[in-house]
């Protein structure tokens, strides 16, 4: 199964989201510094497992390299979901447990969600 994001790890995915842009390890490092004392190397190896995971690609500019999200926050956290769902034992109970503990917000946004997705036709 796949396993959700460190806190580091998630943290730098977050702002990398919130760029908009590709970002130099640099980049996310004085990001990071406006909160918190971070080391180049970490903020460097995170990044880099971040890359080998799947999550950034990177391309080289000069002597380091930029960094951007291969998909969406969504994507990734609907992939988390899916995998979540595709590993329970019971997928029908599992969906119950979920829909019984949605906010009202949450429902809303599901109700929404199905608005725009159309119904699957079942396959004969």
């Known amino acids: 199964m796949k396993r959700a994001l460190g806190e580091l790890e998630s943290t730098i995915m977050d702002r990398m989201w919130s760029y908009r842009r590709p970002a130099s390890v640099r980049d996310v490092l004085e990001d990071l510094r406006r909160e918190r004392e ?3 190397t970490t903020v460097m190896t ?3 497992k971040l890359h080998t995971k799947g999550l950034l690609r990177r391309e080289s500019v000069g002597r380091a390299y ?3 999200p291969v998909a969406s926050k969504e994507a990734y956290t609907a992939e988390l979901m899916r995998h979540a769902l595709a590993s329970s034992g019971n997928q029908a109970a599992t969906l119950v447990h979920f829909l019984e503990r949605l906010t009202p917000e949450e429902a809303t946004a599901l ?3 199905l608005q725009v997705i ?3 036709t079942a396959r004969s």
């Open 38 to 40: 971070t080391a180049y």
């Open 46 to 48: 995170v990044m880099d």
């Open 66 to 68: 930029v960094y951007e």
């Open 111 to 113: 109700e929404a969600a």
């Open 118 to 120: 159309p119904p699957k």
